[in-house]
């Protein structure tokens, strides 16, 4: 079963505006983290945020912003304020907290185009 | 400075040949990955290792063989076995559930 699941394959929008880029998981770890990449055109992969599944609250980091909500499963990235260097290809990821599967495992990415 | 490094940028690997890739990390982490990136696809995790001397298959480890004899070092042989090599290569390591930092990746083509 698809441990990450990201739906949009693609997303517009508008420079200055906020856009959610989704994110579903599925663990039955209780201990498990998950995490948010960029990747430019480049193709480095630039770590954007972080979220434990025994955080009290939503992490945030400048414009960005995750929205946790552990009943749903689900990791929602905020980018508050789009800039046209944002436009990028974007990945979920999850480690689940067994010792021996501490692998870190991506969904299939979503790619942001930010419009003037 | 600290960091991933992978070399090289760009391979071109012949039929039937073997190639390595290779990775260091002198960020003192204990955990190493190496995934696979097709064009417009997300990464697949081939290969990873929590610690020296052990390493996991990850969810595509057919036709690649790794190693992890020093902590710094996880070099990825791409076999003859592997039918389409032709691939982005993405090395990480990390701290035990902590963010993962990545190379820069190579780029390899099967001519």
């Known amino acids: 079963a698809q441990k990450i699941t990201q739906t949009q394959p693609g997303m517009f929008v508008q420079e200055k505006e906020a856009v959610t880029l989704d994110c579903t998981y599925d663990t039955s770890d209780p201990s498990y983290g998950l995490f948010w990449y960029k990747q430019p055109s480049s193709g480095e992969m630039i770590f954007l945020i972080y979220q434990g599944s025994y955080d009290q609250q939503n992490a945030t980091e400048g414009r960005y912003s995750l929205n946790f909500q552990k009943a749903r499963k689900s990791a929602n990235l905020v980018i508050s304020a789009s800039q046209l260097g944002d436009s990028a290809m974007y990945f979920c990821a999850m480690r689940e907290g067994q010792i021996r599967a501490n692998k870190l495992i991506f969904g299939t990415g979503t790619l942001l185009a930010v419009q003037p | 400075d600290g960091g991933i490094t992978q070399s090289p940028k760009y391979l071109f690997r012949k039929e039937g040949q073997n190639v390595t890739l290779s990775c260091e990390q002198n960020l003192n982490h204990d955990a190493m990955y190496w995934y696979r990136q097709d064009p417009g696809q997300g990464l697949r995790l081939i290969y990873y290792?929590?610690?020296?001397?052990?390493?996991q298959k990850g969810d595509i480890a057919e036709g690649y063989s790794v190693s992890r004899e020093k902590k710094e070092s996880f070099p990825l042989t791409v076999t003859s076995a592997q039918k389409n090599p032709t691939a982005f290569y993405l090395c990480?390591?990390?701290?035990?559930?902590?963010?993962?930092?990545f190379g820069q990746g190579t780029r390899l083509t099967v001519v």
């Open positions: 290792s929590q610690i020296v001397n052990d390493f």
């Open positions: 990480a390591s990390s701290l035990r559930n902590a963010e993962a930092f």
